[in-house]
């Protein structure tokens, strides 16, 4: 699986943004998706995960209520609405594909997309 993350930008406070993945191959409701981030200086965080038939998603608590997850299985793309944005979301927010259970841990996500710049002024 190929992952080809777009849509970053660099926004003001309270803004909003949409990042897209698009996956190759013909079976990608098979895998779970997520979206991490990476500031400066700090680990790959997870920011959001959705199952492969789209109905089960999971959020980390920053995020929550201001980020949603999609996908659409037809088009093999998942996206990250981000709406309130603020500054601490500044990272480079990567895609990841798994098989099977995974959590909230990067090191359980097998495929990476190349990142896409967030940065957000106040």
């Known amino acids: 699986v190929q992952l080809q993350a777009s849509g970053g930008g660099s926004v003001q406070a309270g803004d909003s943004l949409r990042l897209s993945c698009v996956a190759s191959?013909?079976?990608?409701?098979?895998?779970?998706m997520g979206w991490f981030r990476q500031a400066p200086g700090r680990g790959r965080e997870f920011v959001a995960r959705?199952?492969?038939?789209?109905?089960?998603?999971d959020y980390a608590e920053s995020v929550r209520g201001r980020f949603t997850i999609s996908r659409d299985n037809d088009k093999n793309t998942v996206y990250l609405q981000m709406n309130s944005l603020k500054p601490e979301d500044t990272a480079v927010y990567f895609c990841?594909?798994?098989?099977?259970?995974?959590?909230?841990?990067?090191?359980?996500?097998?495929?990476w997309g190349q990142g896409t710049q967030v940065t957000v002024s106040s």
């Open positions: 959705i199952s492969g038939s789209g109905y089960g998603s």
């Open positions: 990841a594909a798994a098989t099977g259970f995974p959590a909230k841990a990067p090191s359980e996500y097998t495929y």
């Open positions: 191959g013909r079976t990608f409701n098979n895998y779970v």
